[in-house]
């Protein structure tokens, strides 16, 4: 009993943090761009192709975590500035509809270049076998990608919090016009954090694709997951992501010894709960409306 | 962020429903509905394929139109319309298989469904606004998904089966109504066409009634309506459920056609898929998504036999989203008002999205 508790306990603090990872891209650009950005479960499965694709060509897991990020963060760019650049004082729902569009065609793309069978990320020898955690035999990867995700939320949420470059974006986010009027190039501000939470979603994908298996609808499958993240902790917040990714990992991990076929609709009754009570989310704002 | 709900709550397209309500409105329509009923034997005689995909496309332009008519007018987006559609669909499945195959019984039994499921997602959802009540919608719907998917009832009230969990419920027969029996594809596309004619007639005309000038003056100022002394909560809750019965009924027809009730059908793909066609064809012009909702299923159709039909479809979505943001709807009317100025107006439009990425 207390073996399967401590199990599910590192289980559902790994996976809160790699959704963490998610859900701090989304909310980001929402936050900041004022986009609520469908694409990003497309730009985390294009990051675990890339992974695919280097470990497979270079056979080293280490230059995938490094390279395929990157090459999803050019992906990002190229959409931020060729597609939602043109968009940005039209109303949003056009906002959903591109991305969406954009998701659907990266899906077509992978499908078209890779195929439907799923693949996995190989794992470096280092990171292969288990180790004792107290009385549990735990996968060593999986505490690896624990301590990477961790230590990566640490940061952004410093670089948010204290420097200079964070302390612009929350204002770009903030007054644009005034940013904008202070010589800043918010263009700029705004291609660079879209491309950051590209980079997030990336890094999400090679570490994950190294657990799960790589297949072209795992893009769709964890958007909605990550929304109800970002909708719990509050549209906009990093603060309110993080701990909201948390909690739904624990609760997905807890779930899982309980009643696995009913955690999907649990998740599904809090994000309810949460919107009915305090639609802003546990940290947004309070609701404008 | 302010911005975002502000806009969700007041979606910046005019409809007006009036230009069908003129003389040379009502003719296209007409015109539409005979041509249609024409082609459709032509159709069975050469190519049977073409006529299942029509009644398809009909099916799907009900169900655009159904949400057309809550999101475009009372500028409630719904994320969750896949909901009404499936529990319509599953409906009509059960009653097919255990009690009678009478259309005339079963549609207005999916249609009561689809409106009871409607006014619970939309009495819990309207609390909140824009955004956040498209994000309730999603999140019950969902739920009926999972609920549907895991075969909950049956669990709950001890029966072997209820929704059929993930296979769904198969082999479901196509409607017989004293005596007519709808099994050929050529009668089932009769009883489609005639289902969504009326259908649109029904909502054209509640568009224009006071209540949906009402709806219509919620989505313009939801304060001022309050104010004069309407009650805006009960007024989206039964546009809500209205709109959730016409859904209800495109399952309705959906499933007996297709003989099979899945759970994807309450998937929230199928709900999004369904804003991407009002978007397409023209949000708020009620004709406009029923044509966004045929192009969608044609292109998917049509685009299967290529490896990478997604990249086009999602190409063209793309595409429409940057350059024609008013839908197939809006590209129509602008061409037939100005139809010198083509290739000006095109030529503008690329220069002005030219110019906006080099900003």
Known sequence: ?289 | MKSVVEFFDRSQASPTGNELLSGQGRLAVLVSIVVLALFAPIANAYEPFWLNMLVRMMIFALLALSLDFIFGYAGLLSFGHAAMFGAGGYAAAMLITDVTANALIVLPIAMVVGAVVAGIIGWFSVRAHGIYFAMLTLAFAQMFYVIAFTDLPATVLGLESFTGGDNGLFGIQRYETFGVDFTSTLLYFYLTLATVALSFVALLRLSNSPFGRVLQGIRENEERIQFLGYNVQRYKVLGFALSGAFAGLAGGLYVPFQSVSHPGLLHWMISGELVVMLLLGGLGTLWGPMLGAGLVIFLEEQLAGFASWEIILGGIFVVVVIFAPQGLAGAITSVRNDPKNVVTNAKRAIRNYVDKVRK
């Open chain 1, 1 to 289: 009993m207390v073996e399967s508790v401590l199990r599910a306990t590192l289980l559902g603090l790994q996976l809160g943090m790699t959704l963490a990872l998610i859900a701090a891209g989304l909310t980001l650009i929402f936050g900041m761009l004022d986009v609520i950005n469908f694409a990003h479960g497309a730009l985390y499965m294009l990051g675990a192709y890339f992974g695919t694709v280097i470990a497979g060509q270079f056979g080293s897991f280490w230059l995938a975590l490094l390279l395929a990020p990157l090459m999803v963060g050019l992906v990002g760019a190229a959409i931020e500035i060729l597609s939602l650049r043109p968009l940005y004082d039209r109303n949003p729902l056009y906002h959903i509809l591109l991305t969406f569009g954009i998701a659907i065609m990266i899906q077509g793309a992978i499908i078209q270049i890779w195929g439907a069978q799923s693949r996995q990320i190989p794992i470096p020898d280092l990171l292969s076998g288990t180790v004792a955690v107290g009385p549990v035999n735990y996968p060593v990867y999986w505490l690896f990608v624990l301590g990477v995700s961790t230590v990566l939320i640490g940061i952004v949420w410093l670089a948010i919090e204290r420097s200079d470059l964070g302390i612009l974006m929350q204002a770009s986010a903030h007054d644009t016009e005034m940013v904008s009027a202070l010589g800043i190039d918010v263009s700029k501000v705004f291609t660079g954090v879209f491309v950051f939470g590209a980079i997030l979603a990336g890094i999400a994908g090679v570490l994950l694709g190294g657990s799960r298996s790589v297949h072209p609808g795992m893009g769709f499958g964890i958007i909605i997951e990550a929304f109800i993240i970002v909708v719990i902790g509050g549209l906009g917040s990093f603060r309110g992501a993080v701990y909201a990714a948390l909690l739904i990992g624990l609760v997905t991990a807890y779930g899982a010894l309980i009643a696995p076929t009913l955690t999907e609709l649990f998740l599904f009754i809090m994000m309810a709960i949460v919107l009915m009570a305090k639609p802003s989310g546990l940290f947004g704002a309070t609701e404008a409306a």
